[in-house]
């Protein structure tokens, strides 16, 4: 695989192949081996044409932490904001001789464009296209509920839970039970992680208002609802993972929020009311960034069970992982023991 654009690129053995290697790049880390030389030599660019905070610094650690050389390009304060296309910033990028870009771009679908147009040479990275797809953040996210929730560490948060039916054999997410929350709609969190959770053998819930799902969701391998109360009664899911509302898209497609803020924190926000009703073990999870008070209230954002934080953390090593496997390995390797320098 040259480019990583969409979680359903990836089989499954793909999949778990990132997440080991990531688990092995976290290894290094902790113990404060912060610099592998692997791509050393190597340029990667962050390509942002839309905000972020997390992403951005998350791949711009990644490929530092791998001693390849890192250029920050944000479309403010660019050409572009001068009317520069994509293509020509493409071309520029090219003629410096980027061998990884790691493109954010309001537009779905710019990022393949970008890898199949023939206007660079390089490996390219969806770091959040549009409402289409942002497969780091699930990957981070798959990592993050394999390493609270597979096996044995499950068991021994919470004693009394069912037994699963083989979680975290072979290091996928086989009967883990995942319901992602809130607007569905404007989301490519949800988008990636559905298809990724479903390729790892988790069982996923989709659980939205009406007006923030999108049209085609019966094709999509999840079941869905618009009642969270029920889910988090009767399915028990093993993580929440909360959506943030994300209004700009609203108002950018002309559309209001509906329902209200009020009522949809009434009816979809995770409270402290909401999370006595889960079972020990199960973690709470959120993309960033958040809107405390609408989606998700300061307590549940903040409680033994948000792993927020610990998602951004995985987050690098998972990077890593990608950039490494895109620029010096391929789907098989592992990092060599000897490539590691203090
Ligand atoms: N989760 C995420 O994509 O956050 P940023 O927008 O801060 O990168």
Not at 92 to 102: E, N, P, R, Y
Not at 154 to 177: F, H, I, V
């Amino acid at each position: 695989m040259k480019h990583l654009l969409t979680t359903a690129d990836l089989t499954r053995a793909d999949a778990i192949s990132i997440l080991d290697t990531a688990a092995q790049m976290a290894a290094t880390q902790s113990r404060e081996i912060k610099k592998l030389p692997t791509l050393r030599g190597r340029t990667v660019v962050n390509l942002f044409f839309e905000d972020s905070t997390r992403t951005r610094i998350s791949f711009e650690t990644a490929a530092k932490r791998l001693s390849a050389d890192v250029i920050n390009f944000s479309a403010k304060g660019s050409s572009v904001s001068k009317g520069e296309s994509l293509k020509d910033t493409a071309l520029t990028l090219q003629a410096m001789g980027a061998d990884a870009v790691v493109i954010r771009h309001q537009s779905s679908g710019a990022p393949h464009t970008l890898a199949t147009s023939g206007w660079v040479d390089s490996a390219v990275i969806n770091a959040g296209d549009g409402m289409h797809q942002h497969p780091t953040q699930a990957l981070l996210d798959a990592y993050t509920i394999r390493r609270h929730l597979s096996g044995e560490r499950r068991d021994a948060r919470d004693p009394a839970a069912a037994p699963l039916a083989g979680a975290g054999l072979g290091g996928d997410l086989t009967g883990l039970k995942v319901a992602i929350v809130g607007d569905v709609l404007h989301s490519r969190v949800a988008r990636s992680n559905v298809q990724l959770l479903h390729t790892l053998g988790a069982d996923v819930t989709l659980v939205a208002p009406p007006t923030l799902v999108p049209v085609g969701v019966e094709a999509w391998p999840c079941a869905v609802s618009y009642h969270l109360d029920e889910v988090l009664t009767d399915v028990q899911p093993d993580a929440v993972m909360m959506l943030r509302v994300q209004r700009e898209r609203m108002s950018s497609a002309g559309g209001g929020f509906f329902p209200s803020p009020l009522e949809y924190t009434r009816n979809y926000g995770l409270d402290r009311r909401r999370l006595a009703h889960l079972p020990d073990h199960t973690i709470v999870m959120h993309p960033g960034p958040m809107n405390r008070g609408l989606e998700i209230s300061a307590e549940a954002a903040d409680s033994p069970r948000a792993v927020i934080v610990e998602q951004v953390a995985n987050g690098v090593a998972v990077r890593m992982a990608v950039l490494y496997l895109l620029l010096a390995g391929d789907m098989s390797n592992q990092v060599p023991a000897q490539n590691v320098s203090s």
